[in-house]
């Protein structure tokens, strides 16, 4: 008796202390997070890259952020202002965020507005190359009302006025650390960007740029109770197969960061029960463009370009063509053979929020092939003895590119198979991604130039706001010689209605009747066949199962609640 | 010999320019783009702003005269300022190699690659010496030998089985089933006492065997067929019916005499230890010269190519005329003069 006593009360002592431990600030050691792709630049306004951006994550926060359910919660602000509590304006062109008091710098110096407007001028700067400058679009100005008051006012009325300073792409950096770094010499500070100072749970104590970063606890903290991890060691390199095996396999690791690994792989290292695959779903949808001009050789200048639409594809300018291509395509086989937990099937190029995704053109969830041939009978198209359908000497035969990646390549011989079974003839092509994403106009392999009938890449756009994302496809968007084949539309799809449409959208507040729009243009687009989704991509990460605190969230950084990540007892 | 090594030095610098312009022109000539890794969310108006914050904007010719000068006498300038602690000339304003993925001198991110690569590749090749050249003599005294087959079998697998296969076998055997090593090499682990000695040598067991036994391969034949060579030379027959003991032979007149040409293998090689193994160092993450290389060649960083390409240049140069020179002070018979 007395001994079970005993153990009652040795338990109940474990209990009490392991719960002290976990409200204790840095009692859990050491956090090791593997990212595949190591960081470059502690900077994220200098990078971009999403590797670049969770590293600055640790460190340095913004004003608000997303939670894993595209919800906003603040972070440096007090509160998110809004239309209600005043801190929209009723004419939408200002937005005024009342700061947090009381925050300091990891150095110890206040953090106030005048920071704010700092990280503003030294992203607005014409010289400095900032890659959130898309963020500041449109404002006017930003200013420190008061040491806890920032302004910030746009040229035009803004309905969602959440652009600056909102999510880990657009964090405050310290205008003490940073002042002698606007515009030009921005590249040139090295030690700043290599080690920003920061009001978030954790500060950088050394950092080897494309190797390892580490952090130590940030003791000025405004929880005096986080973080529990006393230090995090972020190590970079390898590729994402052997970061899975170093967390769910061997152990030696808390976290690997995007696992874009075969779906069976993973689930075979799952089962050594050392750790769990996590995905979340953001707006990625990996998409087949459809090229709506001519990209015939033959036309020299004039290949791929709009014209007024007087340059029509000599096939996919038909819409049985382009329903029968959609039809025809079995989105769950690529799911099950690219991506498994991370990714599903999607008909909508806008999929999330949830209150922003259509259910209008589901009937491209199952495969009909049936359907797509009957369309095609009847569209005229008549197969040859090859198999092969044509109409008037066009036959159906497809030059289909991507960029290199193994999966795409998996994907692209898939549906050249499904293709086959409605007599469309598919030719497959893959370009390096630094030059099919790269921007020089004297290559003919970019996704703007798009000399090939159908190309498949995955798109997104930041935050929950897909306002800017759905104007990508107005006429002006197309990418043609005069515009240096700078532009978002890469399908060139353009139509009067889509451009009222998006106007008005431009123009409403209030989150239901935009997202009612936002659903309508996206059905627009769906109805036409100007893209044919294919995946709705999540992002893929393992913990391991002592790892406690991890919400994993597509909406903003992996880090964005770092401060209560702990060591399950 | 004086004259030999001022002419060849002479001839490396049009050697080196005309290498440096290549380097500088084929990567520059490449479709390749900075802002390509970029999130496709970025638009394109924000791209070109930070293609000409990079020095994009700028003509071939103007770039390339940069580079050369900032490479060639501004880095230098700051080694050297560096090594003595001292200031030579506007060092705060000197412009530097920048990388465009880190924003910092490129330089330095070789400076502080070079330890691991050094330390792990640097040890492989010594073990890598410590075993081809005992197996290679021992197989060619022992011609057909059972030994001589084995070794046969083993170099030739260790030479055509490609080290990422290895080294990933070695993971799963060694990390995986055993759990003996770990399959992540920490760069920044410091050796301070016997404990953490010993944690340096288990992270670098499995990353310097899979190295060490590629390179052994290719120099225990080369051994071998040198020995092989040189037991039926006279000078052998000579020697034995002197009344030498065998293992005098070997030892004394075969070895000294057959190792002439692997010295030189061997200098030859050297420069590959500063490249790093490129495979092997992304297998185990140790983040070193190699690593370097294939990051930024993903990365479309062109001035960490540029540099890193064209110093591997600077060293299969080097190297070679001191495989050269080597030889000459080894072997007697070879006059250059």
């Known amino acids: ?569 | 010999m004086s004259r030999y090594v001022a002419r060849r030095l002479l001839f490396a610098v049009p050697t080196l320019l005309v290498i440096s312009f290549i380097v500088f022109a084929l990567l520059d000539l490449a479709p390749s783009d900075p802002t390509a890794q970029l999130p496709l969310t970025i638009p394109p108006e924000t791209r070109q702003a930070i293609r000409e914050s990079l020095g994009l904007g700028q003509p071939f010719h103007i770039r390339y005269l940069k580079w050369l000068d900032q490479f060639l006498v501004n880095e230098p300038l700051n080694l050297l300022e560096r090594m003595w602690g001292i200031e030579i000339g506007d060092s705060a304003g000197r412009l530097r190699v920048r990388s465009w993925a880190t924003r910092a001198p490129v330089v330095d991110l070789i400076a502080s690659r070079l330890p691991q690569t050094l330390t792990v590749v640097g040890i492989s090749y010594i073990v890598a010496i410590l075993i081809a050249v005992p197996v290679g003599v021992y197989s060619a005294c022992r011609q057909y030998s059972i030994f001589d087959q084995a070794g046969t079998f083993v170099t030739m697998v260790g030479f055509s089985v490609p080290t990422f296969f290895t080294g990933t076998v070695l993971i799963v055997v060694f990390s995986v089933w055993l759990d003996w090593f770990p399959s992540i090499y920490d760069t920044t682990h410091r050796v301070t006492d016997l404990e953490s000695l010993l944690v340096q040598v288990r992270q670098m067991v499995m990353p310097v065997m899979v190295l060490g036994l590629f390179n052994a391969a290719q120099l225990s034949r080369f051994t071998r067929s040198s020995v092989l060579e040189n037991l039926n030379q006279d000078y052998v027959r000579t020697a034995r019916a002197k009344g030498v003991a065998e293992r005098g032979v070997i030892l004394v007149h075969v070895l000294r005499n057959s190792l002439i040409p692997v010295v030189t293998v061997i200098a030859l090689g050297l420069p590959t230890t500063f490249a790093g193994a490129i495979i092997t160092e992304q297998i185990f993450r140790i983040n070193g010269v190699g690593q370097l290389l294939i990051g930024a060649i993903e990365g479309g960083d062109i001035p960490t190519v540029q540099t890193v390409t064209f110093i591997f240049a600077v060293l299969i140069v080097a190297f070679n005329l001191v495989a050269d020179v080597l030889y000459g002070v080894l072997d007697p018979r070879i006059r250059y003069d």
């Open chain 1, 1 to 569: 008796m007395s001994r079970l006593r005993g153990l009652i009360l040795t338990t109940t002592i474990l209990v009490v202390f392991a719960t002290a431990a976990y409200a204790q600030r840095g009692a859990d050691g050491e956090l090791r997070m593997l990212y595949w792709q190591a960081p470059s630049v502690l900077n994220p306004f200098l990078s971009g890259g999403t590797k670049d951006i969770h590293a600055a994550a640790f460190v340095i926060e913004p004003l608000a952020r997303y939670d894993d359910n595209a919800n906003m919660v603040p972070a440096l602000a007090a509160e998110i202002p809004t239309v209600e509590n005043g801190g929209v304006a009723a004419d939408l062109k200002s937005v005024t965020w009342k700061l947090r008091k009381g925050v300091t710098w990891s150095d110890g110096t206040p953090f106030t507005a005048a920071d704010v407007a700092f990280t503003a001028a030294y992203c607005m700067h014409p010289d400095g190359g900032c890659n959130a400058a898309p963020r500041f679009e449109n404002v006017a100005a930003v200013e420190a009302v008061d040491d806890h008051t920032v302004r910030i006012s746009f040229k035009v009325a803004m309905p969602f006025p959440y652009g600056p300073f909102v999510g880990s792409t657009c964090p405050v950096i310290q205008k003490k650390q940073f002042e002698g770094c606007l515009g030009a010499k921005a590249p040139e500070c090295t030690a700043q960007n290599f080690g920003p100072i920061g009001t978030g749970a954790f500060k950088v104590k050394e950092f080897r740029p494309n190797d390892v970063v580490r952090y130590e606890m940030n003791e000025r903290y405004r929880n005096p109770d986080q973080p529990a991890f006393a230090s995090v060691l972020v190590k970079g390199g390898g590729d994402a197969v052997s970061a899975a095996r170093a967390v769910l396999e061997t152990g030696e690791f808390d976290y690997a960061w995007n696992l874009q690994v075969e779906p069976e792989i993973l689930a075979a290292m799952e089962k050594a029960g050392k750790g769990k695959v996590v995905s979340a779903f953001g707006t990625l949808v990996e998409r087949l463009i459809v090229q709506l001009t001519n990209p015939d050789p033959a036309l020299g200048d004039k290949r791929s370009t709009y014209q007024d639409g007087k340059n029509p594809h000599p096939f996919l300018s038909d819409p049985a063509v382009r329903r029968a291509l959609s039809l025809a395509i079995d989105r769950n086989i690529l799911v099950e053979a690219g991506y498994g937990q991370a990714g599903r099937v999607t008909c909508n190029i806008l999929p999330a929020p949830p209150a922003y995704a259509s259910t209008a053109n589901d009937w491209c969830k199952t495969q009909d092939v049936a359907a797509a041939n009957k369309l095609l009978d009847e569209a005229g198209w008549v197969r040859g003895s090859d198999g092969i359908r044509a109409r008037d000497g066009v036959r159906l035969s497809i030059l289909y590119q991507t960029s290199t990646n193994s999966v795409r390549q998996g994907t692209q011989a898939l549906i050249k198979q499904m293709w086959r079974q409605i007599g469309v003839e598919t030719e497959l092509k893959n370009i390096s991604a630094s030059v099919f994403f790269g921007s020089d106009p004297a290559s003919p392999d970019t996704y703007q130039k798009f000399y090939a009938d159908i190309q498949m890449y995955a798109n997104q756009f930041n935050g929950t706001d897909p306002q800017a994302y759905m104007q990508g496809w107005l006429c002006k968007e197309i990418p043609g010689p005069d515009n240096q084949w700078i532009g978002n539309n890469m399908p060139r799809y353009c139509d009067a209605e889509y451009e009222k449409l998006a106007a008005e959208l431009a123009k409403t507040a209030g989150i239901e009747k935009r997202a009612a729009i936002a659903k309508r243009l996206n059905d627009m687009l769906m109805d036409y066949g100007a893209l044919i989704p294919l995946v709705h991509r999540g992002e893929v990460g393992a913990h391991a199962l002592s790892l406690g605190g991890v919400r994993i969230n597509a909406w903003d950084a992996l880090q964005w609640n770092i401060n209560e990540w702990h060591r399950r007892k």
